[in-house]
């Protein structure tokens, strides 16, 4: 693989249940990010992790969480998915600083 | 509170110059960065902007005013592959990345 990865690419989920989106990326960079896009509105910083184990809050975290046990993975749970977490999902890696963020090809995610 | 504006849609002809505007308003600065975006794809990198000036790279030239707190990307020589959206985001003093909502770029043959 080269650049980042997620899967899957989209989803129908009900309401209630759990729900891993996975990310990985192969260029070793320390950062990574997950957003939401939703329509009219910019991209939403869920949660990030500046280096392998550590992770913070972004700017909409609730209902969500992560992990970050090596550098390479970066996976998101929704523990109890809600209608209001409809969205496109995009994993990001950096090499950390000002540097450029490289994004996945996105999650669809629909929760009925 | 932290704010990006930008328009949220502009048209332009295909082989014209089309400028598209982004202000700022942030809790620190780390430098400003464009993206091109298109429909049902990923954000993609086009440029970074840390000091004040013109910064070009091929048909894409990115400006910069840290005291207006103002950039504007510029496309030249548009073509129909340019139909996009295009973000523009700043990096504040966490070097976390605010982003504004987007300017979707419709080109007319």
């Known amino acids: 693989i080269a650049g980042i990865t997620q899967a899957p690419t989209s989803q129908i989920l009900a309401a209630g249940r759990r729900m891993t989106l996975r990310c990985t990326q192969d260029m070793r960079h320390n950062a990574m990010y997950w957003y939401r896009q939703d329509l009219g509105l910019g991209l939403r910083l869920i949660h990030y992790?500046?280096?392998?184990?550590?992770?913070g809050k972004g700017e909409v975290p609730d209902g969500y969480s992560v992990s970050r046990a090596n550098t390479d993975d970066f996976p998101l749970t929704l523990a109890s998915a809600v209608p209001s977490q409809t969205s496109v999902y995009f994993c990001?890696?950096?090499?950390?600083?000002?540097?450029?963020?490289?994004f996945g090809p996105g999650t669809r995610l629909t929760v009925l | 509170g932290q704010n990006i504006d930008q328009p949220t849609e502009m048209t332009a002809t295909e082989g014209a110059i089309v400028q598209i505007n982004c202000t700022y308003q942030?809790?620190?600065?780390?430098?400003l960065f464009w993206y091109q975006q298109h429909a049902g794809e990923a954000p993609t990198f086009l440029s970074y902007?840390?000091l004040d000036g013109l910064e070009e790279k091929g048909r894409f030239s990115s400006f910069l005013s840290r005291s207006k707190g103002y950039s504007y990307l510029l496309l030249k020589e548009l073509q129909m592959k340019d139909s996009a959206s295009y973000l523009c985001a700043v990096m504040d003093s966490n070097y976390q990345l605010i982003w504004g909502a987007g300017t979707k770029l419709i080109i007319k043959p």
């Open positions: 902007n840390v």
């Open positions: 990001a890696s950096s090499d950390g600083g000002a540097g450029e963020q490289f």
């Open positions: 992790s500046n280096t392998a184990g550590t992770t």
């Open positions: 942030t809790s620190g600065f780390n430098g």
